[in-house]
């Protein structure tokens, strides 16, 4: 579990990040330039997004312990919380809704691993220890880009390929900081029976 949350978040968060770094370009290369606009909402939700995304292992977890309620349970809270202030937060605009979705779900994180983690038999600072080390890579690296950036004159493809360029770098760094976890983790898998 801590081995494939891992992976997840070396590959997961410095691609997420690295595009809401640059949104502006990569979107007008991707989507076209009327989907600019969308860019700084992507950014909002982009953390909570590839947060998600690497956790949701957790849930497949609770599939592979014949654990469904749990997923039931956390989809059920998190659902009606989420639905309730996305209602609220409609009347202040789309930035408020990418806002109020993204806080949300991070606020529930600690009640959904509360109920996930102890069943998988992984503590809850275990867990986050797993991904931290990306998610702060991916942090510097977009503030890297964004100085890059503002004092480049450079085409919408070039911004996108130095992007893509830090992303990989952060990968192959955390990859490369992560490899004793890593390697233990491998092990732990393989001594296994099957």
């Known amino acids: 579990f801590l081995l494939l949350t891992r992976v997840l978040a070396i590959i997961t968060f410095p691609v997420m990040g690295l595009i809401a770094a640059a949104q502006e370009p990569i979107f007008h290369i991707i989507l076209s330039e009327k989907w600019n606009q969308v860019g700084p909402i992507f950014s909002i939700v982009m953390p909570m997004a590839a947060l998600q995304a690497v956790t949701a292992l957790a849930g497949t977890m609770m ?30 605009g789309i930035e408020w809704v990418a806002l109020t979705y993204a806080t949300v779900s991070l606020l529930y994180l600690p009640r959904g691993w509360s109920l996930v983690l102890p069943i998988i038999g992984c503590g809850p600072w275990q867990y986050l220890r797993s991904m931290a080390l990306p998610m702060v890579l991916t942090c510097v690296a977009a503030l890297v880009y964004k100085e890059l950036a503002a004092g480049a004159v450079m085409s919408n493809w070039a911004h996108a390929f130095v992007a893509a360029g830090i992303a990989f770098v952060v990968m192959l760094v955390s990859a490369a900081l992560q490899y ?3 390697r233990r983790e491998v092990l732990v898998l393989q001594s296994k029976p099957h």
Request: charge should be neutral; glycine fraction near 6%.
């Open 63 to 92: 599939l592979v312990f014949g654990r469904t309620d749990i997923q039931l349970r956390t989809a059920t809270e998190v659902g009606a919380v989420n639905v309730t202030a996305l209602l609220i937060s409609s009347f202040y």
């Open 180 to 182: 004793p976890a890593l």
